[in-house]
DNA sequence: CGTACCTTTGATAGAGTTCAAGAACGGTGG
DNA sequence: CCACCGTTCTTGAACTCTATCAAAGGTACG
């Protein structure tokens, strides 16, 4: 019953369109307990999840890769800062944060994930992980044992995925090294907006996952700055907020608060 | 004449060791135009470079890989937003920045590369570049055609290689997010101290090849904040400072400077 | 040897943090 | 159904860190 990331909230509140966000194999009415097999040529995320771009490519071929699923409960981690390295994971429902922690208990947050997106590239390098990676909602993943990763096509779209995944780091730090705090704000909601859009939800409106404390940790901001934002943001009508929900009224008006020049 | 990071200065300032840091071919008086061969084997650099790691490997394999090297001047890039993406790059010898522009003008620093790292990888994704890499110095690259990655081993060190950028970004957000002016520093000269060693210099004398501005632009300050810690940290005997020339006197220190809780 | 760039240092101001307190929400159990 | 609790969110006030503005000194390179 979780498929749909926004579960709980009046029609209104539901995607307008959700060509892609429902699980690929009937679901019965008990949830399955942990693992399941899953079968990417039936799955209804292929279009962006990590053979995308192989729309055009055979069916065939993905119709051999079968993975096995695992559930994540709200809280429970995918896995955590120093366990060992074996598979990658594709998120198929939920949402996720990823972290890292300092030694002395700061933590920062790297990272907002949801349906399609990859996970656990961190470890490939030294094969443990580098990050904890917590469900903020209960979720489930595909699990991408790292060496299945035979075929070329396969291995060129793990390529893809992670020189996207360094493209959004060069963004964040564009974020974190340059915007101030009003700006970062309008782009991590503009960014939340397209990666709904990409996934057939409503760009306009939808359920934040995360708490203001998570959104600001991400955004080198206090929780207080990211809720004084939000206030005011709602005062200037580009959008409206009740706790977690939001609705974005004035696109091109968060964007334009992004370019500095035109106060 | 250029590989040696550091190039024209008093000899206290050479590296102390430098068992890799030297062209594996013999450099003939005048430089090369612009193209050359470069056999993987015979390279000094193999042990930080995209093979890392591979020490332990046929020596056999490594041999047959032979790249196209390429002269970058001081001031010129080596490849630019929206380029075309063919290559990735090792950086033979000298310094590079990356950087990303926003639309209004302002720009980040997302990186500084020495000799052994790879540059290139934020093409895959999009087929084209999504930053300015710009050397900092006259600087060799090693051209590894994207498509001549062929054996699973040279793939496995390439994803390798990606997944430390990713784990590195993550440390990058923490810098950004998480700690004051006086920590970012700290820590960036640690981070550079920690590389030099890495590839036998002296861990605690250098020469910096940016300038303040595009330090403080990779750390999230100003350059007068940059400066000014500069100048602190030297009054607190933590460094030595002469423009660009850097003693570090008191590394723990500088460590300790990094934790909260003990001011 | 002069010019352009880089660096240093001071004074001021502003953005955002921190501290604090109260309000709203969501779940739990009586 | 309501009261209660913990968590999350909002808002205010004071303070701090860092940016900005400004000017002078240094360095490097043509």
Redesign the interface.
């Known amino acids: 019953m979780n498929a749909v990331p926004v579960p709980a909230l009046p029609n209104a509140l539901r995607p307008k369109a959700m060509p892609i966000a429902r699980h690929g194999e009937p679901q019965h009415g008990a949830a399955p307990v942990s693992s399941v097999q899953t079968r990417c040529g039936t799955c209804n995320l292929r279009e962006v999840c990590l053979p995308c771009g192989m729309q055009q490519l055979d069916m065939a071929l993905l119709d051999e890769v079968v993975y096995t699923r695992k559930r994540i409960k709200r809280g429970e981690s995918l896995y955590r800062l120093g366990s060992g390295f074996e598979s990658l994971y594709a998120v198929r429902s939920g949402f996720f944060k990823s972290r890292?922690v300092?030694?002395?208990g700061?933590?920062?947050?790297?990272g907002f994930h949801m349906a399609g997106e990859v996970l656990g590239?961190?470890?490939?390098?030294?094969n443990s992980h580098?990050?904890d990676v917590i469900a903020l909602e209960d979720s489930d993943v595909c699990v991408i044992p790292y060496s299945h990763l035979e075929t070329p096509r396969l291995?060129h779209q793990?390529?893809?995925?992670?020189?996207?995944?360094?493209?959004r780091?060069?963004?964040?730090?564009?974020l974190?090294?340059?915007m101030r705090a009003e700006e970062r704000l309008a782009a991590f909601l503009l960014n939340l907006s397209q990666r709904f859009v990409a996934r057939g939800y409503a760009c306009d409106e939808f359920h934040l996952r995360m708490t203001r404390d998570e959104i600001g940790?991400?955004?080198?901001l206090s929780l207080e700055t990211v809720s004084r934002l939000f206030s005011r943001f709602q005062d200037e009508d580009l959008i409206t907020v009740q706790q977690k929900h939001i609705c974005i009224l004035d696109i091109p008006g968060l964007r334009s608060m992004m370019?500095?020049?035109q106060d």
């Open positions: 890292v300092l030694e002395d700061r933590d920062q947050v790297t590239m961190d470890g490939i390098g030294t580098t990050a291995r793990l390529h893809k995925v992670m020189s996207r995944e360094l493209v780091d060069q963004g964040v730090m564009m974190l090294g340059t940790s991400y955004l080198g370019s500095r020049d």
